[in-house]
Nanobody, 116 residues
Framework: QVQLVESGGGLVQAGGSLRLSCAAS????????MAWFRQAPGKEREFVAGISWAGQNTEYTDSVKGRFTISRDNAKNTVYLQMNSLKPEDTAVYYC?????????WGQGTQVTVSS
């Protein structure tokens, strides 16, 4: 079973940047379209960005388009999320998983807090 470990979160002022990483164990990682999700306090987990298995296709939720960039390095079994021009409404715990079905067990996530 693939295990996911998210990292790179922190406290940043509005307008700042962070780069999140999601390291996956297991050899099957590269077969899947992966995605980042986030969950803010009192809200449901929502999709943020996705990337196809070879990285040729990406998709983003409207609120992050033009600010966030998802990428992956299958040789390192890692998915990244570069977050620029951060806003207070981006504050949440960020998770990665497969785009469809959240096939893998959820990791602990990484907290992103954006102050105004």
């Amino acid at each position: 079973q693939v295990q996911l470990v998210e990292s790179g979160g922190g406290l940043v002022q509005a307008g700042g940047s962070l780069r999140l990483s999601c390291a996956a164990s297991g050899r099957t990682f590269s077969k899947y379209t992966m995605a980042w999700f986030r969950q803010a306090p009192g809200k449901e987990r929502e999709f943020v960005a996705g990337i196809s298995w070879a990285g040729q296709n990406t998709e983003y939720t409207d609120s992050v388009k033009g600010r966030f960039t998802i990428s992956r390095d299958n040789a390192k079994n890692t998915v990244y999320l570069q977050m620029n021009s951060l806003k207070p409404e981006d504050t949440a715990v960020y998770y990665c998983n497969t785009r469809v079905g959240a096939i893998f067990d959820w990791g602990q996530g990484t907290q992103v807090t954006v102050s105004s």
